[in-house]
């Protein structure tokens, strides 16, 4: 669509002029032109067929791999993507990859540029899970997925997927990354434990108890005239995902609250946040957690960006990286 008729619509999203000069210009400009005008999905009646979509806009276009395979386990999908180069002796290591989208967006072709990038790239299998999504399918659903997978990729993995069950990985962004942090202190505190050797964790969701007001993490009212992920729309998932208050505070959906335990044997990470994003300050605050707990932490601080810059990757390059 020209620009000239695009500009023509109603803006939904417009920036605030508090952000703006704080704003990537990059950003700024590819939201303008294809995010203003549409409405927020918190903001309409709900329908599940918002899903097809991506969660995020200006995603890159997957590479070719090795295979891509789709294996059904109990109430879900895994999607596997496998290196073209000859398996290494003792076999691949594997990434176990949670999408994002608030617990309630998304499906099994979110992640497919991002695994095959890191499929290709790292040369590694990636195994990214389809789990259950709210609100038909609330707390605990996508935490008990995230456990099946992890026991499917340990115990079939090497004769199914050609993996070294002693090499895991996981990840992801978001909620996903919210997933992925919960199973590392799964894996920490099963019997007997499951050794992990690193976690990803991309804009990571960590405390569902952080609130608007800025209290706890002073990013959710600096941030509350942010692009994308306002403080209502995040909230609007949390309700979605987790109902009931109660819920809030378990650490297999805030695991910043997981037992100290666990964080001592969690493996090493690397965390991604964002300066725009009201959700930096957690993340910030776990990756001190775990590395007061042992681990070796690099955070990295992307100047300018908002909650979804990571996922953007066919729009633009993000080289602004504290």
């Given at each position: 669509m020209p620009l000239d008729d695009i500009a023509e619509r109603a803006v939904h999203q417009p920036i605030h002029p508090e952000l703006a000069p704080r704003l990537l210009p990059e950003y700024a400009a590819y939201h303008n032109a294809y995010i203003a005008h549409t409405r927020p999905i918190h903001e309409l009646p709900w329908n599940p067929k918002c899903r097809l979509g991506q969660p995020v806009p200006g995603g890159s276009q997957p590479l070719q791999v090795g295979s891509i395979r789709?294996?059904?386990?109990?109430?879900?999908?895994?999607?596997?993507f496998t290196p073209e180069r000859p398996r290494p002796q003792g076999g691949w290591p594997v990434l176990i990859y949670f999408h994002g989208g608030g617990w309630t967006l998304g499906n099994i072709a979110t992640e497919n540029?991002?695994?095959?990038?890191?499929?290709?790239?790292?040369?590694?299998?990636?195994?990214?899970?389809?789990?259950?999504?709210?609100?038909?399918?609330?707390?605990?659903?996508?935490?008990?997925?995230?456990?099946?997978?992890?026991?499917?990729?340990?115990?079939?993995?090497?004769?199914?997927?050609?993996?070294?069950?002693?090499?895991?990985?996981?990840?992801g962004s978001s909620?996903?990354?919210?997933?992925?942090?919960?199973?590392?202190?799964?894996?920490?505190?099963?019997?007997?434990?499951?050794?992990?050797?690193?976690?990803?964790?991309?804009?990571?969701?960590?405390?569902?108890?952080?609130?608007?007001?800025?209290?706890k993490y002073p990013s959710w009212k600096e941030n509350a005239n942010t692009v994308s992920l306002v403080p209502e729309k995040m909230l609007?998932?949390?309700?979605?995902?987790l109902p009931n208050k109660d819920d809030w505070t378990a650490w297999d959906n805030s695991p910043i609250f997981a037992?100290?335990?666990?964080?001592?044997?969690?493996?090493?990470?690397?965390?991604?946040?964002?300066?725009?994003?009201?959700?930096?300050?957690?993340?910030?605050?776990?990756?001190?957690?775990?590395?007061?707990?042992?681990?070796?932490?690099?955070?990295?601080?992307?100047?300018?960006?908002?909650?979804?810059?990571?996922?953007?990757?066919?729009?633009?390059?993000?080289?602004?990286?504290?």
């Open positions: 789709d294996f059904r386990l109990t109430n879900f999908i895994v999607r596997v540029a991002f695994s095959t990038n890191m499929c290709k790239r790292a040369s590694c299998v990636v195994v990214s899970v389809d789990y259950r999504l709210a609100p038909e399918h609330k707390y605990p659903a996508a935490v008990d997925d995230a456990v099946e997978t992890l026991h499917w990729v340990r115990d079939q993995g090497k004769q199914e997927l050609g993996i070294n069950p002693e090499k895991i990985a996981v990840g909620s996903g990354a919210n997933l992925a942090a919960i199973l590392t202190h799964k894996a920490a505190l099963s019997s007997p434990p499951i050794p992990l050797v690193f976690q990803l964790l991309v804009v990571p969701v960590v405390d569902n108890t952080a609130m608007p007001d800025g209290e609007w998932f949390r309700d979605n995902y037992p100290e335990e666990s964080f001592k044997k969690a493996p090493d990470a690397w965390i991604g946040v964002a300066e725009l994003d009201v959700l930096r300050d957690e993340g910030i605050a776990y990756g001190k957690k775990l590395e007061e707990a042992g681990a070796k932490v690099t955070v990295d601080l992307y100047k300018g960006a908002p909650h979804p810059i990571m996922a953007m990757d066919g729009a633009f390059l993000v080289s602004l990286c504290s």
